[in-house]
């Protein structure tokens, strides 16, 4: 019995989709740290295609887009160089980041 399960429209995710403040937030990422590189994160059933940001010392945020080809777009107005996360897999430069994170006392 399916009684309390909500009824989604064909194609869409249960997160939200990409929105302007999102690509403000990455711009303003982009604009405020050193060496940072875009890496384009696939579409699942959970989230819509996603950008991680990655700053030069492991640093890194991400929001939606609405596609790879957004991302790209995106990437080249502002002369960031992005990655398709399939191919590269994540920094090793984000997981020593978060491993010190976690580390640093609260």
Do not use: C
Request: no cysteine.
């Amino acid at each position: 019995m399916a009684w309390f399960r909500r009824r989604r429209e064909p194609g869409r995710t249960a997160d939200r989709q990409a929105d302007r403040a999102g690509l403000e937030h990455l711009a303003e990422f982009v604009r405020s740290r050193r060496g940072v590189e875009g890496f384009i994160e696939p579409r699942t059933t959970v989230t819509e295609t996603t950008l991680l940001l990655v700053a030069h010392d492991g640093e890194w945020t991400r929001r939606r887009v609405g596609s790879e080809e957004a991302a790209r777009k995106f990437a080249h107005q502002l002369s960031m160089p992005i990655y398709d996360i399939k191919l590269m897999g994540y920094p090793q430069r984000m997981r020593d980041y978060n491993e010190r994170q976690k580390r640093r006392p609260s």
